[in-house]
């Protein structure tokens, strides 16, 4: 998640101070990704050097003194930029399942057939677990329902690629030993 981006969201619907920014980031995300106010700060504190954020004043809660922040023209173009521009996925990301998959076919000391296995019965596990989970939620709570669902189809598609890789990986172990 861009924390940049959020908060320049978030500062588009009015001025607010980092600890009520933290607090509408958690709101936003359903407490699934439980921000630091720190990491907010810090944020702030980069918009505010790049120009994409200004203080607008100070707001006193409770006998405490906080800076208010509202986005610039700067802060709106950077925001209309990032909105326009897909989210890619870098295809040099390393996945630690193909790691281990690679690696189990290169081992003489495991059978990748049973790493795949163990593996597809937990990704079978966490499908049915996050199922349930998403049956008896709150269809209303937007950002748990968006987060299951994802995770629902990564499942899913990652249980589809165990079962395509399961006889090449196996294949590909056989012939290595073969070969040795």
Sequence with gaps: MSVKHVILVLLQKKPAGAYSLKQSIDELTGNAWPMNIGQVSQTITRLDRDGLVQSAGEVTTGGRVAELYAITE????????????????????????????????????????????????????ALA?????????????????????????????????LDHIERIARAASIERKSDD
Excluded: C, N
């Design 129 to 161: 677990e996050a199922t349930r989970e998403l049956r008896k939620g709150d269809s209303a709570d937007v950002a748990s329902y968006f987060i299951l669902q994802r995770r629902i189809f990564d499942l899913d598609s990652e249980s589809r690629w």
């Design 74 to 125: 700067a802060g709106e173009e950077e925001l209309s930029r990032w909105w326009r521009a897909p989210l890619v996925k870098s295809p040099r990301d390393r996945d630690d399942l193909v790691m281990r998959v690679l690696a189990a076919v290169h081992s003489d000391a495991v059978d990748v057939s049973d790493i795949i296995q163990t593996q597809r019965k937990q990704t079978l596990q």
